[in-house]
């Protein structure tokens, strides 16, 4: 497995926990960004790898700085 593989799950598992912090759902940060609650999840499960456009739409919601989540 390449080093880097690991990152969308990483990624997922860190906005997973700062969301879950802040008392929000999975629907109401995909609703405030745009994008659908399966899609938020699967960035969440770390099955897809998010857009740096959607990872920065998604650290604003959640009030942290992109590099927080990684």
Known sequence: ???NAKLP??????????????GMTQEDVAEKIGISRAYM??????RYSASLEVIEKIAKVLKV??????
């Open 65 to 70: 700085k992109m590099s927080d989540l990684f």
């Open 9 to 22: 799950k990483t990624l997922g598992k860190r906005i997973q926990r700062i969301r879950k912090k802040l």
């Open 1 to 3: 497995m390449r080093k």
């Open 41 to 46: 999840g699967y960035i969440e499960q770390g």
